[in-house]
């Protein structure tokens, strides 16, 4: 199917420094009647509209892909030799503009795109492309005039990419993507980052990870956070009911000026890890309450019910592709929180969770296949003046949602010799208290319903 650009759309012309110039119709005209087709073309003549005009390729929806470090990026042909990213529908003059655009979303220290290497057709490198059309045209042509621009880094990166570009493929990016099975808890050690080495696809995803230091790392955190108390409460509550994972999403504002990240409301997901039909119905509920409070995305949250509030490999993977999704979709830099909460770990000081907020940074350009970094985020906690109606609101809802779950924690039971479960979440719960101290007093009604369930 032929595809034609949209009527305004934004026009990307930059493509790193190793970006060909693309020739004009009447220069490429030129070129072709000068030199012939018995005489060698440049590298910069051999441009995506030569091989649409001989032939080679045929415009169409979705015919053109980026995989990079495990992250998958969809693109349509254009008539006149252009790319329109799908998730954007930006247009770019090449596919280098292209690449380097989207390496860069993923690993911002990425200074090129090596785009004939990196983008392929149908499956096939556009390299290759280029490559066939020498032999046809030009058979005595060096071959060194396709081959520049390959980089062993993008077929390595794209053999990393496998996994996850067969998890996306044709979905929709969101709530079901992080709402994946997970085996029972059982104690997990966690390992140090630099032990980890090359992505291995025989490595264990719930291998849990100890976070780094943005300054061990040489960075500086490239953002502030503040969250509410409320969404701690509502966050921890959620977390506390029930021994299996649960999952959730952040609403907020994020302030370019300021480079603060506001996070204003928790949303719990009230549905089962891989019950990907109840998740889109979820997804499309949490949608319609960030755009009714005007909020926006600004991150998720997941429990490790009896385990440390670290990241696992598969939590680092999660982060990046939301991290991703929220700098693409805007066209702009936007940080994407990860929180993970951990209400039942005995390793914990006292009755309270471990509440971890977190991010990804890339890894080393000069390694492509290596895990994301899992850092931690310094973040400021804003005690909110009182609890909210929409939180007790929230609170009820998910009561009602594991009454008869067979995995409701039972509060009438011991958490240690002298503390029982519903001791356990009342003290957590009053680690994130409002100012006004009446709350106690609103949440006795939720804690009566909790000791009525089991």
Same mark, same amino acid.
């Given at each position: 199917?032929?595809?034609?650009?949209?009527?305004s759309?934004?026009?990307?012309e930059?493509?790193?420094?190793?970006?060909?110039?693309e020739l004009?119709?009447?220069?490429?005209a030129?070129?072709?009647?000068?030199?012939?087709?018995?005489?060698?073309?440049?590298?910069?003549?051999?441009?995506?509209r030569?091989?649409?005009? !001989?032939?080679?390729? &045929?415009? =169409?929806?979705g015919?053109?892909a980026?995989h990079?470090?495990? +992250? @998958?990026?969809?693109?349509d /042909?254009?008539?006149d030799g252009?790319?329109r990213?799908?998730?954007t529908?930006q247009?770019?003059?090449?596919?280098?503009a292209?690449?380097?655009?989207?390496?860069?979303?993923v690993?911002?220290?990425?200074?090129?795109?090596?785009?004939?290497?990196?983008?392929?057709?149908?499956?096939?490198?556009?390299?290759?492309?280029?490559?066939t059309?020498?032999?046809?045209?030009?058979?005595?042509?060096?071959m060194?005039?396709?081959?520049?621009e390959?980089? !062993?880094?993008?077929? &390595?990166? =794209?053999k990393a990419?496998v996994?996850a570009?067969?998890?996306? +493929? @044709?979905?929709k990016?969101? /709530?079901?993507?992080?709402?994946?099975?997970?085996?029972?808890?059982?104690?997990?050690?966690p390992?140090?980052?630099?032990t980890l080495?090359?992505?291995?696809a025989?490595?264990?995803?719930?291998?849990l990870v100890?976070?780094?230091?943005f300054?061990?790392?040489?960075?500086f955190?490239?953002?502030?956070?503040?969250?509410?108390?409320?969404?701690?409460l509502l966050?921890?509550?959620?977390?506390h009911?029930?021994?299996?994972?649960?999952?959730?999403?952040?609403?907020?504002?994020?302030?370019?000026?300021?480079?603060?990240?506001?996070?204003?409301r928790?949303?719990?997901?009230?549905?089962? /890890?891989?019950?990907?039909?109840?998740?889109?119905?979820v997804?499309?509920?949490?949608?319609?309450?960030?755009?009714?409070?005007?909020?926006?995305?600004?991150?998720?949250y997941?429990?490790?019910?009896?385990?440390?509030?670290?990241?696992?490999?598969q939590?680092?993977?999660?982060?990046m592709?939301?991290?991703?999704?929220?700098?693409g979709?805007?066209?702009?830099?936007?940080?994407?929180?990860?929180v993970?909460?951990g209400p039942y770990?005995h390793?914990?000081?006292?009755?309270?969770?471990?509440?971890?907020?977190f991010?990804?940074?890339?890894?080393?350009e000069q390694r492509?296949?290596?895990?994301?970094?899992?850092?931690?985020?310094?973040?400021?906690?804003?005690?909110?003046?009182f609890?909210?109606?929409?939180?007790?609101?929230?609170?009820?809802?998910?009561?009602?949602?594991?009454?008869?779950?067979?995995?409701?924690?039972?509060?009438?039971q011991y958490?240690?010799?002298d503390?029982?479960?519903?001791?356990k979440?009342?003290?957590s719960?009053?680690?994130?208290?409002?100012?006004?101290?009446?709350?106690?007093?609103i949440?006795?009604?939720?804690?009566?319903?909790?000791?009525?369930m089991?």
């Open positions: 199917m032929d595809s034609e650009p949209p009527s759309p934004q026009v990307v930059d493509g790193g420094e190793e970006d060909e110039e004009s119709g009447g220069e490429e030129d070129l072709r009647s000068s030199t012939g087709r018995g005489s060698l073309l440049t590298r910069r003549g051999i441009t995506l030569v091989l649409l005009k !001989d032939g080679l390729v &045929e415009p =169409g929806d015919v053109l980026i990079y470090l495990g +992250k @998958n990026f969809v693109g /042909l254009l008539n252009k790319i990213w799908v998730e529908g247009i770019f003059n090449s596919p280098s292209w690449a380097t655009h989207c390496k860069r979303l690993n911002p220290a990425k200074k090129s795109g090596c785009g004939w290497a990196s983008v392929r057709y149908r499956g096939q490198k556009l390299a290759q492309y280029k490559t059309w020498l032999h046809k045209y030009q058979p005595s042509a060096d060194s005039l396709v081959s520049e390959d980089d !062993d880094e993008d077929e &390595e990166e =794209g990419a996994q570009d067969e998890k996306n +493929k @044709n979905t990016p969101g /709530l079901h993507d992080v709402m994946v099975s997970r085996r029972t808890d059982r104690e997990r050690i390992v140090r980052y630099c080495g090359t992505r291995d025989a490595r264990d995803p719930l291998t100890e976070l780094s230091a300054s061990a790392i040489n960075r955190q490239p953002f502030n956070v503040a969250v509410s108390s409320n969404v701690l966050m921890d509550f959620h977390c009911l029930t021994t299996s994972e649960v999952v959730g999403y952040l609403g907020g504002r994020w302030d370019t000026n300021t480079q603060l990240l506001t996070v204003l928790a949303f719990p997901c009230r549905t089962r /890890l891989g019950d990907r039909d109840a998740a889109s119905a997804e499309e509920e949490i949608c319609q309450n960030l755009f009714m409070r005007g909020l926006s995305l600004v991150g998720w997941h429990s490790h019910p009896r385990g440390p509030a670290l990241p696992s490999l939590d680092i993977d999660s982060q592709d939301h991290q991703l999704r929220l700098q979709s805007n066209n702009g830099f936007q940080p994407c929180l990860g993970i909460c770990y390793g914990n000081q006292g009755v309270a969770s471990t509440i971890t907020p991010w990804v940074v890339p890894p080393p492509p296949n290596d895990y994301g970094i899992p850092v931690a985020v310094e973040v400021t906690y804003v005690q909110d003046n609890l909210t109606s929409d939180v007790l609101n929230e609170m009820m809802l998910l009561v009602d949602y594991y009454r008869a779950a067979p995995d409701l924690v039972h509060f009438n958490w240690c010799p503390t029982t479960m519903m001791d979440i009342k003290g719960l009053s680690c994130h208290a409002p100012k006004d101290q009446a709350y106690s007093q949440l006795e009604h939720v804690y009566s319903q909790l000791s009525n089991n």
